[in-house]
């Protein structure tokens, strides 16, 4: 053990867990790679979690961040600046219509705790509706919107009224329904969810497009159109969480905009400042005007934060990052489909863009947990580092920073064709698994 783990296990609480059983001390990045301590250089597909979304020390973000704090580092909201407000409009002008009105935190869990009061003040009413296999981060509220227990510290996190309804996760389809199917019929159990679990006046209801740490589940195109308009029959306001999903990772703007679905209240994170602190939820007038306060975020806001999100969202137009997602996550995933068509542990390739899970099972779709973290390893062994997910820890998560090469794209299914053969030879009992893949529509 190294002296940085001789410190971790001293000084970190145990909560904090790292990836390897050798855990990576990272020093530097550039671009789409990192190196550690001992000098070893990989291929980032991870992102921090789907937070570089521009790739590592990008010269724009290093410059805006530079010259930022050598004028003003924090004030607080107490105070207007110049980078706040500007965020704020561009926000107002990249989001759907009618939203408007931001409010900054310091991250995704902050943005969505923001986004359940400020539907609760709107509408008056408490309960809140939330998917299984969802995640909306560590605080107490948030604990309680997620839809996985293992994500439950404390065995509570359950202060408000709030209750989970089935997503379409089609590959576990709860009402074992084919997938052409399963995301209608799924969607269409929120109507009689919400009689039987709650008063029948709902405050919100929150989701991902793509389900992030559950393991990018992806639901069907029909499923938000049914589960929003269900929702607001009883009231609700759709909360749209693209922590994860947010600002072209899908090849779209946004997540939801492969559903044709127009939220009232959105929240950010993660790759709006390429690994800056920030959080921030927008919402229409008509809502935001119940959010009166008085209210306060001391580091919400952070003038450095901003210029690193301003900075950021100027790339990813200038080099047109949402395409790149759109084209290159194409080719990624034809190269995953064609990894699964070889290696039949691969029970699931899903996704959008450049944000793709490869869930791994063994006989009879049985979650393979020990099979996902055996890849993680072989993957980082070959140079490439790839993430894991899902409620059952089966899921591999393959998210690189936007602005990742066709080339970049090739060496990384390489590396993952490598870890299964590697897999298949120390395991040969996997060769009598068949394939248990959907074909989606």
């Not at 050598?70 to 759907?96: C, D, F, I, K, N």
């Not at 990018?216 to 759709?238: D, M, Q, S």
């Amino acid at each position: 053990m190294s002296e940085i783990q001789d410190k971790q296990a001293q000084y970190l609480v145990p909560g904090i867990s790292t990836y390897y059983q050798d855990p990576l001390v990272l020093s530097h990045g550039e671009g789409r790679r990192v190196v550690d301590q001992k000098g070893t250089s990989y291929l980032d597909f991870f992102g921090g979690i789907l937070t570089v979304s521009i790739g590592h020390a990008h010269p724009a973000v290093t410059a805006a961040v530079t010259e930022q704090a050598g004028q003003l580092v924090h004030t607080s909201t107490l105070y207007l600046t110049e980078p706040m407000v500007q965020l704020a409009e561009r926000l107002a002008h990249l989001t759907p219509e009618p939203l408007q009105q931001s409010f900054f935190t310091t991250s995704g869990t902050e943005a969505n705790e923001t986004a359940i009061i400020m539907a609760q003040l709107a509408t008056g009413h408490s309960d809140v509706i939330a998917l299984r296999h969802s995640y909306s981060g560590r605080s107490q509220v948030a604990m309680g919107l997620t839809g996985q227990s293992t994500w439950k510290l404390g065995g509570s996190g359950m202060a408000l009224p709030i209750r989970h309804a089935h997503n379409a996760y089609c590959y576990r389809c709860p009402f074992g329904q084919t997938p052409d199917r399963c995301g209608l019929e799924c969607a269409k159990d929120l109507d009689e969810f919400i009689k039987t679990t709650t008063s029948g006046h709902v405050a919100a209801f929150i989701a991902e497009p793509i389900q992030g740490v559950g393991g990018f589940i992806t639901p069907p195109a029909e499923f938000f159109h049914e589960t929003v308009t269900i929702a607001r029959k009883y009231g609700a306001l759709f909360i749209d969480d693209e922590v994860q999903t947010g600002f072209g990772r899908t090849g779209k703007p946004f997540g939801i905009n492969h559903y044709g679905v127009a939220p009232d209240i959105m929240t950010f994170a993660k790759g709006l400042a390429n690994g800056f602190p920030i959080g921030a939820t927008i919402a229409a007038p008509e809502v935001a005007q119940h959010y009166k306060g008085p209210t306060i975020s001391t580091f919400g806001g952070n003038p450095v934060s901003m210029r690193a999100a301003l900075a950021t969202l100027d790339v990813m137009e200038q080099e047109n990052l949402t395409e790149n997602a759109r084209v290159l996550g194409q080719k990624l995933r034809d190269g995953l489909d064609a990894l699964a068509d070889r290696y039949p542990i691969l029970g699931d390739v899903r996704g959008m863009g450049l944000m793709q899970g490869l869930e791994i099972v063994r006989q009879d779709k049985v979650p393979a947990a020990d099979l996902a973290s055996e890849f993680l390893e072989r993957t980082k062994d070959r140079g490439l580092l790839v993430g894991k997910g899902g409620l059952y820890g089966n899921v591999i998560r393959v998210a690189p920073p936007m602005t990742v090469t066709e080339s970049e794209i090739a060496e990384a299914l390489a590396a993952m064709d490598s870890a299964l053969v590697a897999i298949y030879q120390t395991h040969p009992d996997l060769r009598d698994v068949p394939s248990t893949r959907i074909q989606y529509q």
